[in-house]
């Protein structure tokens, strides 16, 4: 079973208008962070924000905000005021410490982001 | 503050060399880790490390990739021998924590290996 799920592979939107990028994850850990990435075509990965399992409000980061979802087990990102430099791939991701040991990170396949100006 | 340092930023080498990536973490930074990025797999956690010591190497693929970080400032990640199938992107992030507020991954810019 997927752990990080982005079901859209490409997204379109206007320049100047909001986006939601989606993202569900699957664990049983009571604590987790979650984080949204972002890669442009450069390549390098970009943190944009973190959202702890025990946060009580939602993070945001400028324009970045996580809506998190605890009990439908998602964590969507909205971009607001979408600009043309936010064209890149996004990336979901979970850290968790399964019940029998270790540690993981785990990233979702991604959304591929285009933005139309 | 510098980010995450790796070299070589490009890498391509005949199958059957060794390859040799490096990763210089953030200052102060106790946790680094190695991901591979590739089409197939997506991005892969191949080993962590804390405090200089691996943790776990769970995620390395085969017994040609090995993983050593002799102090807190400098990492290296190997392959002997190397196979067209290594190809991929090699990250190296680090963090202050594994976990909690301050565990944030930052991701250095990567080496794009080739393996002819």
């Known amino acids: 079973a997927q752990k990080i799920t982005q079901t859209q592979p490409g997204m379109f939107v206007q320049e100047k208008e909001a986006v939601t990028l989606d993202c569900t994850y699957d664990t049983s850990d009571p604590s987790y962070g979650l984080f949204w990435y972002k890669q442009p075509s450069s390549g390098e990965m970009i943190f944009l924000i973190y959202?702890?399992?025990?946060?009580?409000q939602n993070a945001t980061e400028g324009r970045y905000s996580l809506n998190f979802q605890k009990a439908r087990k998602s964590a969507n990102l909205v971009i607001s005021a979408s600009q043309l430099g936010d064209s890149a791939m996004y990336f979901c991701a979970m850290r968790e410490e399964p019940n029998t040991g270790g540690f993981k990170t785990i990233f979702g396949a991604g959304t591929r982001l285009f933005v139309k100006a | 503050d510098a980010g995450v340092i790796q070299s070589p930023r490009h890498e391509v080498t005949e199958m059957g060399q060794e390859v040799t990536l490096r990763c210089k973490p953030i200052?102060?930074?106790?946790?680094l880790f190695w991901y591979r990025q590739t089409m197939m797999r997506g991005l892969e956690l191949l080993i962590y490390?804390?405090?200089?010591?691996?943790?776990?190497d769970s995620g390395m693929p085969e017994d040609r990739f090995s993983a050593k970080m002799p102090n807190a400032s400098f990492s290296t990640l190997k392959i002997q021998p190397s196979e067209p199938r290594d190809s991929a992107v090699y990250f190296c992030?680090?963090?202050?924590?594994?976990?909690?507020?301050?565990?944030?991954?930052?991701f250095g810019p990567g080496t794009r290996l080739l393996v002819l």
């Open positions: 490390f804390n405090n200089n010591v691996p943790i776990d």
């Open positions: 992030a680090s963090s202050f924590q594994l976990a909690g507020p301050r565990e944030t991954q930052y």
């Open positions: 959202q702890g399992s025990y946060d009580q």
């Open positions: 200052s102060g930074h106790d946790y």
